[in-house]
């Protein structure tokens, strides 16, 4: 719930930091589109598995928030026209898409998957969203680098975006101690540990400038 | 295996 709640709020955060200020400065296009992505393809169970209202609401709610994040920063304006195209440069069709379609096959296809049912490609869209939300962030990331400069609203988002991914490796050694039967996804972990270190830079100066109360910068 | 009841975590 720990880990969810930070997730919402990091939505609720970069919404605000884009009504707010008015402006799309530092933010990354890019990233939202890949999460949009890692939503739509993994959520497909929306269709066919009830597991509580709880699950299908923030389900709803993910895609929803984001698909409006994304929406400010392409279409709405003043947001669009601040949105700063030449600094939101990794290619992430070709680096974070493409690699993570692939790597969904093969993993599909090692674990004895076929390519014939509904199931299996709903399976394999699932695996495909794990191993891209785990490199979704690095848009932003490239980004941040080039601002250097981090506004605290964006800074925030970042934090609690990298915080939920964090809280989940706490929830799933829970659940595999407490939990009887409770079903070991691999690929899950590895990816929430990748998608977890990725942050583990930006924590630090993070947390650094926090302790010193003054502005977020990151170094060169 | 189907979808089963095992991804149940967002």
Not at chain 1, 105 to 112: A, C, N, W
Not at chain 1, 166 to 177: E, P, T
Request: proline fraction near 2%; hydrophobic fraction near 45%; include cysteine.
């Amino acid at each position: 719930l720990c880990g969810d709640m930070c997730h919402v709020f990091s939505i609720i955060v970069l919404l605000l930091r884009l009504r707010v200020a008015r402006n799309a400065q530092g933010i990354s296009l890019r990233t939202h589109e890949l999460f949009l992505l890692v939503f739509l393809t993994r959520y497909t169970d929306l269709f066919t598995t009830f597991y509580s209202l709880y699950n299908s609401v923030m389900k709803v709610l993910y895609i929803a928030s984001t698909s409006s994040i994304v929406y400010a920063i392409r279409l709405q304006e003043p947001i669009c026209s601040t949105y700063d195209r030449a600094q939101d440069t990794f290619r992430h069709w070709a680096f974070a898409v493409a690699p993570c379609a692939v790597l969904a096959l093969l993993t599909h296809l090692i674990s004895g998957g076929s390519l014939f049912s509904f199931v299996d490609i709903q399976e394999m869209l699932w695996t495909f969203s794990i191993y891209l939300e785990s490199i979704a962030i690095l848009p932003q990331l490239i980004v941040l680098q080039r601002f250097r400069e981090v506004e605290n609203l964006t800074g925030n988002y970042i934090f609690f975006m990298g915080s939920y991914r964090a809280l989940y490796i706490v929830n799933w050694i829970f659940r595999a101690y407490y939990e009887p039967g409770y079903r070991h996804h691999y690929v899950v972990y590895f990816c929430g540990v990748l998608q977890t270190l990725l942050y583990a830079d930006f924590f630090y100066y993070y947390l650094m400038s926090k302790r010193r109360g003054g502005k977020f910068s990151l170094p060169t | 295996e189907a979808m089963g009841m095992d991804k149940d975590e967002l």
